[in-house]
Nanobody, 125 residues
Framework: QVQLDESGGGSVRPGGSLRLSCAASGVTDRYYALGWFRQGPGKEREFVAAIDFDGAFTYYAESVKGRFTISRDNAKNTVYLQMASLKPEDAATYYC??????????????????WGQGTQVTISS
């Protein structure tokens, strides 16, 4: 059974940076794509970024492109989300996701079969 454990959330000022981590366990097939979604207060859950199994391909939501970077370390079964130039609208619960399929068109909640519990990111001055 795949388990995803996020960490690294917290409170940061606008313009600041934060790095989220997600440790994936139970991933017996290393060909898992990993990614991140987020859900802000009163908003729908939305796609943020995803990375293929060997880190060769990534894709991002337009709202975070150029500010967020997704990466992975397969030796540690961990995916990271480096967030920079954070804006108030980036405040949300961030969820780590995993799925065997990878495609830049896969941005819906239903496209990812495994989810973590989420980590909270607060943007406050």
């Amino acid at each position: 059974q795949v388990q995803l454990d996020e960490s690294g959330g917290g409170s940061v000022r606008p313009g600041g940076s934060l790095r989220l981590s997600c440790a994936a366990s139970g991933v017996t097939d290393r060909y898992y794509a990993l990614g991140w979604f987020r859900q802000g207060p009163g908003k729908e859950r939305e796609f943020v970024a995803a990375i293929d199994f060997d880190g060769a391909f990534t894709y991002y939501a337009e709202s975070v492109k150029g500010r967020f970077t997704i990466s992975r370390d397969n030796a540690k079964n961990t995916v990271y989300l480096q967030m920079a130039s954070l804006k108030p609208e980036d405040a949300a619960t961030y969820y780590c996701v995993a799925d065997l399929a990878f495609s830049p068109y896969r941005k819906r909640v239903g496209d990812f079969g495994h989810w973590g519990q989420g980590t909270q990111v607060t943007i406050s001055s």
